[in-house]
T-cell receptor, first 114, second 111 residues
């Protein structure tokens, strides 16, 4: 069974640009969560999608948004990039059908904002 | 507030046993995860505890005490490849997959 797939693996952007990251969950998983990881802040929750609906949201500005498609694939978008957005963006998937379930991470997208 | 504490760094010798502690204070509790993360890579799932007690999986074991807000990850027969960061994460009540992560414990295994 294939794991969680994230593309692209690396991205370099400049301030003010916008970026879209993609995540394909494990087959059969309907929940996709996004996390930001930085050396200073560690792993922080961005948002979670289940059945094409956002069902949880972290404390990030509105420049960070996401969506989920009918096949459970998800994208996250960051607009008007700032230097502080440089981070590893991780996607995690789970079945999404209950509270006692395991979460599996993809390899991440390393975003550098210059 | 919500808080998860774990030691910043630990060192151990190859072949030995190491215990990494994690204490948490969260708004409710709905499970605790341990992940391993090598530098530059994604977190890899190690264990999940939702009930009190010990869960054993090969060389790795994880313990949970909900009344004490405490967990530990036990690594036996340490190998050099176990050098990595170990992340403790808690799922608060009603949080679905909004996990709260600790800062991670960087473990260095020496020959």
């Amino acid at each position: 069974k294939a794991g969680v797939t994230q593309t692209p693996r690396y991205l370099i952007k400049t301030r003010g640009q916008q970026v879209t990251l993609s995540c394909s969950p494990i087959s059969g998983h309907r929940s996709v969560s996004w996390y930001q990881q930085t050396p200073g802040q560690g792993l922080q929750f961005l948002f979670e999608y289940f059945s094409e609906t956002q069902r949880n949201k972290g404390n990030f500005p509105g420049r960070f948004s996401g969506r989920q498609f009918s096949n459970s694939r998800s994208e996250m978008n960051v607009s008007t990039l700032e230097l502080g957005d440089s981070a590893l963006y991780l996607c995690a998937s789970s079945l999404g059908d209950g509270s006692n379930e395991k979460l599996f991470f993809g390899s991440g997208t390393q975003l550098s904002v210059l | 507030g919500q808080n998860i504490d774990q030691p910043t760094e630990m060192t151990a010798t190859e072949g030995a046993i190491v215990q990494i502690n994690c204490t948490y204070q969260t708004s409710g509790f709905n499970g605790l995860f341990w992940y391993q993360q090598h530098a530059g890579e994604a977190p890899t799932f190690l264990s999940y505890n939702v009930l009190d007690g010990l869960e054993e999986k090969g060389r790795f074991s994880s313990f949970l005490s909900r009344s004490k807000g405490y967990s530990y990850l036990l690594l036996k027969e340490l190998q050099m490849k176990d050098s990595a960061s170990y992340l403790c994460a808690v799922r608060p009540s009603g949080g679905y997959n909004k996990l709260i992560f600790g800062a991670g414990t960087r473990l260095a295994v020496h020959p």
